[in-house]
């Protein structure tokens, strides 16, 4: 899979950011010139952009408060059919799921965990079911485990009063985590505050997932393991129109958004599929 903004070499600089990341029309443009800035000048760059984040955060938190509950129960279903419909999806032997967390209003996933958990029989022909990896925080330092799970009972809930996996399972085995599986997983499921059709994503900002991503596609170059398939669920009202998105160092591009509307396709992976 090709995806060259997400290869390490490819990271933006902070004196390039602003190639990338267009000003939000609430935010007065930055008069620094390209290339040409020093440290200082570099760090109240990014201190900006992540301002610029928190902001867009905190509008897109109010309005997915102000949701309609009938929408979002019909965006959530729309959402849901869609991935479980997708050839990525049915094809996908290893996936990284996140458990959604109701009260922070993220897309649903529940109805996608229990098919990828109840590893069906058809035609007399016992399928194999799909790997599934879930997310565990181990710390406040953007530091996240994706460990798998083969029952949805498996999971407690944390300090954030989201549901994951204790690190060892009811039989007091270690749970296996993803970095240490023998075979890859090739899809992730994303959750995210607000999206755009280039692929930026904006998370909950603890850096985990960028974090994380980023560990992935090295673990997959190293193993010479194609790359796994990003793919970002959103609400239509999570997308944003290009620019919005403040851009900053680490950030990993999704290949594709799937929204009530069908999937967005973003990287030359996802237009391939
Ligand atoms: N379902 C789910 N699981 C996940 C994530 C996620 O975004 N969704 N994560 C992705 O990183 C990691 C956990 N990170 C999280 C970061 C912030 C918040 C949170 O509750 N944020 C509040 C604001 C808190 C504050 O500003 O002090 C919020 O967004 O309303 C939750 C999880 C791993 N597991
Ligand atoms: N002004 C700043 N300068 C440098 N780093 C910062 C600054 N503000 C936040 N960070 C770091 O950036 C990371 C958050 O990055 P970002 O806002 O892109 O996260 P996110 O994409 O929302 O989160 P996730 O990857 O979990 O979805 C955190 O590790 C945080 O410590």
């Not at 029952?151 to 240490?180: F, K, W």
């Not at 393991?225 to 239509?236: D, E, H, I």
Request: a neutral charge.
């Amino acid at each position: 899979m090709t995806q060259p903004w997400t290869t390490p070499s490819t990271t933006a600089p902070a004196t390039k950011l602003l190639f990338l990341s267009r000003p939000p029309s609430f935010a007065p443009r930055a008069t620094v010139t390209l290339g040409k800035m020093n440290h200082n000048e570099e760090q109240d760059h990014l201190d900006a952009l992540f301002k610029q984040k928190r902001a867009l955060r905190s509008r897109v938190r109010k309005a997915l408060k102000a949701m309609d509950p009938a929408l979002r129960s019909q965006e959530d279903n729309d959402i849901q059919s869609i991935v479980l419909k997708s050839p990525w999806f049915q094809s996908s032997t290893g996936l990284c799921a996140y458990i959604s967390c109701n009260a922070l209003r993220e897309v649903d996933t529940s109805k996608l965990l229990s098919e990828i958990l109840q590893n069906p029989a058809k035609d007399g022909h016992t399928q194999v079911g799909k790997r599934l990896y879930v997310p565990r925080v181990e710390d406040k330092k953007s530091h996240m485990r994706m460990l798998n799970i083969s029952c949805i009972d498996d999971l407690v809930a944390n300090s954030m009063d989201i549901l994951e996996p204790a690190p060892v399972d009811g039989d007091g085995n270690e749970r296996e985590d993803v970095m240490q599986a023998n075979e890859p997983v090739d899809l992730f499921l994303l959750p995210g505050l607000a999206f755009d059709r280039s692929g930026r994503r904006l998370g909950r900002g603890g850096g985990y997932y960028d974090t994380f991503l980023k560990k992935y596609q090295e673990l997959a170059k190293a193993n010479a393991w194609k790359q796994p398939f990003l793919v970002a669920l959103s609400y239509s009202l999570q997308i944003m129109d290009e620019g919005i998105i403040s851009v900053t160092p680490n950030d990993i591009l999704v290949d594709a958004l799937v929204s009530p509307t069908g999937v967005i396709p973003i990287s030359q992976a996802a237009l391939e599929r």
